[in-house]
Structure formats: C-alpha cells, structure tokens
C-alpha cells in the first residue's frame, strides 16, 4: 500500500481475499440484494441472500449472481440446487422484508426451510420449478443460463429471466415505469449496513453539445 495525494493505493496481489472482499464491499455501495429462493432434487426450498448481483443484460435479459462456497469449498445449498435443477428466482427485498431477508442468512442446515423460519409464504413458480417469496414486491423466475468457476471460491451464476412478477402498485403495465417510493428496495453497504432507495434525484444525460456548451462557460 502506498500513500500518494491523499489516495491509498492497494495492489489487489498484495492483499488476502478477506482484505479484498472488505475493501470491495465497503467501497462498492450500495449493492442490490439478490434474495434467491431455490428447491432441491427432494424437494426442499431454500432462500439466502446475496449482495454480489445485478442486472448484466436486457437483450437477452440476464441477472448475475456472485456465490461463494463454503470454506471446505464445497457448494452452498443456493449453487447446488441451481446446478441440480438448472433454475432459481431472484426476490427483490424491501424494507418490509429486512428481518425476514436476515433470517434466511442464518446458517441453517440444508434440510431446513429458511422461508418457514423466517414465517414467509412460498408460491409455486410458474415457468420454473423453484417456489418465490409471496412477501417480496418483485420477483424474477430464472432459468440456469451459464455457470463461470472463477476459483475454488467462487461461481458466477449467471440466469436468463423467463417471468417477472411485480407488485401491481409498483410498476405502469403500459408504460414499463417503477415507482422507487413504492417498491422501497433496499442495498448492502460495507459490514452489518444497509441503505434505502429513497435518497433519489433525477439527472436526464445531457447531449454532447450541451456539454460542450457548458464546458466554454
């Protein structure tokens, strides 16, 4: 780590994962929450959390997931099942839901309902095999579209989303628009944070020659 101009400067091949991951999602904020349901070959569904998501691409409609395995790098039951059934579902947690999103973080074992503890209701999926969250405003049924082993670690799990289900006050059926105030969803900020959507402003792009405008005072 060097000090120059008021910036420290890290060589990620100097750190260790830990030291990487803490300056990552500490610094990377906020991060939107994947809350992923998903059901095993017997038939147990299963939901956690994850903050290493987003939307990659509208064309085809693709959502990515970061997963870590667990510390004897066998996978966590999220993987497994998606790798087993080739699907899973990505809820969108609101503020309503925090609690119940931090109950199914616990480290239950693979034979446990996390919805059930939490007291959340599963519906079945209608394009795929694994339940959604009743409870949660938003909910994209996915299908397994390609897996990516960056090491031991970690997969990349990238799904193709076949259905989305959005709560009727949050989205215009005609004009494609969400109300944030609605929908409420909240991010993951560095250690136990969280924030809120509602710190919002609007900024259109302005065009090169209004930029340039702009730029000759």
Request: glycine letters at 6%; one cysteine or more.
């Amino acid at each position: 780590m060097t000090l120059d101009n008021g910036y420290h400067a890290f060589d990620f091949a100097d750190l260790s994962a830990r030291e990487a991951y803490k300056v990552m999602i500490g610094t990377i904020v906020p991060r939107p929450i994947a809350w992923v349901t998903t059901i095993s070959s017997d038939g147990v569904v299963n939901a956690a959390p994850y903050s290493f998501f987003n939307c990659l691409s509208a064309d085809p409609p693709i959502l990515a997931l970061g997963v870590e395995n667990k510390p004897d790098r066998s996978f966590k039951d999220t993987a497994y099942n998606i790798r087993m059934t080739e699907c899973f579902t990505v809820n969108i947690v609101d503020r309503a839901n925090v609690e119940a999103m931090s109950a199914t973080a616990a480290g239950f074992a693979p034979e446990v309902n996390e919805l059930e503890m939490a007291g959340l209701t599963a519906i079945a999926g209608d394009r795929v095999a694994c339940p959604r969250i009743a409870e949660a405003p938003v909910a994209f049924e996915c299908e397994r579209y390609l897996g990516i082993a960056v090491s031991s670690a970690r997969e990349i799990i990238l799904g193709r989303i076949v259905r989305a289900h959005i709560r009727q006050d949050i989205i215009d059926p005609v004009t494609f628009y969400s109300d944030h105030k609605q929908l409420d969803a909240l991010g993951r900020m560095g250690g136990n944070g969280y924030s809120g959507t509602f710190d919002y402003f609007d900024l259109p792009t302005p065009s090169a020659e209004e930029v340039t405008q702009r730029k000759r005072g």
